[in-house]
């Protein structure tokens, strides 16, 4: 069965710093990635999505960046954080005719 | 451009009591539509889909769902409700499974 890994589970950082949250999924091959963003508990927005190694698309300019250096790891980092990125992150796959599979999540807090 | 639609940000029912939640979408093609359910602190967990076939799709947790062509909608119901159906709830569409809209969010409060 395909599972689907987030960490850190929880992150502090301070303005400023750099940032690198990964997900890796397992039990599939080839699937898409998707990375999210949920702020104050509620809508979701679609950051980065991927549909095959090195393949990025950006769907909203921000302050991050994504990687996918192997088949089922997605990388989301930034280089210098600010407030604003602070929020509930969470990644996705998806492969074939079907729905969406979520993570866990990694809670942020930037101060 | 496709868009998914959850007019009510909050719904409240009473335990035992029927529940529907709102949803309605925008897009090109071949609508597929999903219902997600997230707890606090937790990643969504998938509750039922419709790609094809029967307009009615049950799925997990007693939960049903309607596909209506015409009104464009997606409401998922349940004929009895639970205090720990209490969560937040999403709906979402895609035309090619590649990329995936969802709504903004549905707090149900079920009361005891």
């Known amino acids: 069965s395909q599972t689907i890994h987030q960490w850190p589970a929880t992150l502090v950082q301070p303005v400023g ?51 996918r250096p192997q088949d089922r790891q997605f990388i989301l980092s930034s280089k210098k954080l600010l407030l604003s990125d602070s929020g509930f992150y969470l990644c996705a796959w998806a492969g074939g005719l079907n729905e969406q599979f979520f993570g866990p999540g990694t809670r942020l807090t930037v101060l | 451009a496709q868009s998914v639609a959850q007019p009510e940000d909050q719904v409240n029912v009473a335990e035992g009591n029927p529940l529907t939640v709102k949803c309605t979408y925008s897009v090109s093609g071949n609508p597929y539509l999903f219902w997600y359910v997230q707890y606090p602190n937790r990643g969504l967990q998938f509750l039922l889909k419709y790609i094809t076939g ?13 596909f209506n062509k015409s009104q464009t909608s997606f409401h998922l119901k349940k004929p009895s409700a639970l205090v720990s159906d209490s969560a937040l709830y999403f709906c979402a569409v895609s035309n090619n499974f590649n990329k995936f809209y969802f709504g903004s969010g549905t707090k149900l409060n079920v009361k005891p």
């Open chain 1, 17 to 67: 710093s750099p940032l690198s949250l990964e997900c890796t999924v397992e039990g599939t091959s080839n699937p898409n990635l998707y990375w999210y963003r949920q702020a104050a508990g509620r809508g979701l927005q679609l950051l980065f999505y991927s549909v095959g190694i090195g393949q990025i698309s950006s769907e909203v300019p921000q302050n991050l960046s994504a990687s």
């Open chain 2, 54 to 66: 029967d307009n009615l799709v049950k799925g997990s947790y007693g939960f049903e769902a309607e």
